[in-house]
């Protein structure tokens, strides 16, 4: 206990390969990984962020999302993978402050911070929640909030538990998060920022960018620290 609230605050290894760092590093990683971290910043579609082609891509064009923007600014691999991978299966919460401070230094996403006036984090499900004991996405946004000094709102919502996102189709996916969420928007004319930790079709964010319109919210933004998706050609 003590030990993991120490790391908490001083993590002495890194999050990618953990060799030792002083003073969390650069974000948690040792200079080596910090180098190794994929920015999203090649052609890529204007409005979830797939990396790809420079115009949007298919699947937007095919069903347009409820969100108005999707910023990933990193690709999922390396480093980064393995210390999402240590926060969801090792269950070390302490990383998603680094990845929060390292999501918020970027350029790019510090123009968000103007889009939105409520941070919103996607909630999990009851049993997936008490399996890994705190919601990444919570803790991240929590985090952010923090560092841009507002606040997060808890205002979606899980309505049913959803079985796991991995190995099924993008089809399959959207269909296991339809309607999986519900919104209590008391002022609906706010414009959100979504948080989710890894975006990968997509599917989950537009279902909960969904249910925020349904509740009267103007204009729905999302962030994610990654997109895993695989380079779209068409
Ligand atoms: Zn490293
Ligand atoms: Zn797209």
């Known amino acids: 206990m003590l030990e993991h609230l120490s790391q908490a605050l001083f993590p002495n290894h890194c999050a990618g390969c953990e060799s030792p760092i002083a003073n969390n590093g650069r974000f948690g990683f040792c200079d080596s990984c910090y180098e190794l971290l994929s920015p999203n910043n090649g052609p890529r579609c204007g409005i979830c962020d797939a990396p790809g082609l420079p115009q949007t891509c298919k699947r937007c064009l095919d069903t347009p999302p409820a969100f108005e923007r999707l910023w990933a600014p990193y690709l999922f691999g390396g480093p980064l993978q393995q210390a999402i991978h240590r926060i969801k299966f090792a ?77 099924l189709s993008q089809e399959e996916r959207e269909s296991n998060m339809a309607d999986a969420f519900k919104a209590d928007a008391q002022n609906p004319v706010e414009n959100i920022l979504l948080i989710d930790d890894v975006v990968t079709t997509g599917a989950t964010l537009k279902s909960a960018a969904q249910s925020l319109k349904k509740a009267g919210i103007q204009r729905v933004y999302a962030l994610t620290l990654a997109h895993s998706d695989p380079h779209i050609t068409k």
């Open 91 to 167: 269950k070390e919460e302490f990383w998603l402050h680094g990845l929060a401070e390292l999501l918020c230094a970027n350029e790019h996403i510090q123009a968000i911070k103007e889009h939105c006036t409520h941070i919103v984090p996607v909630p999990l499900g009851k049993q997936r929640l008490k399996t890994r004991g705190f919601n990444q996405s919570a803790v991240l946004a929590r985090k952010i909030a923090q560092i841009w000094q507002k606040k997060p709102h808890y205002i979606l919502e899980r309505t049913r538990e959803t079985a796991p996102q991995s190995g």
